[in-house]
């Protein structure tokens, strides 16, 4: 999947996982928890430690792109 993000004119390519996590985001705010167990269910994926941290990276790598932000003032869940 492509993103484009208008207010950086940057464009990223996203592998599943992470196109599905930031739609998931854009549809309601998730913790890297609840990402994790939704897209475990979608690819019939463990939702093992090794996927929360894929889900961790992903919201990660989202906040510093700019194409999330925190939903509360705890940081957490993140919104799209």
Known sequence: M????????DTHLLNPLAAEALRSLAAAAASAA????????????QADGGLLRQMEQCLI????????EPANAAEGPFAA
């Open 34 to 45: 609840e990402l994790t167990t939704h897209v475990a269910a979608l690819f019939d994926l």
């Open 61 to 68: 790598q989202f906040a510093e792109l700019g194409l999330i």
């Open 2 to 9: 492509l993103v484009y993000h208008a207010p950086s004119g």
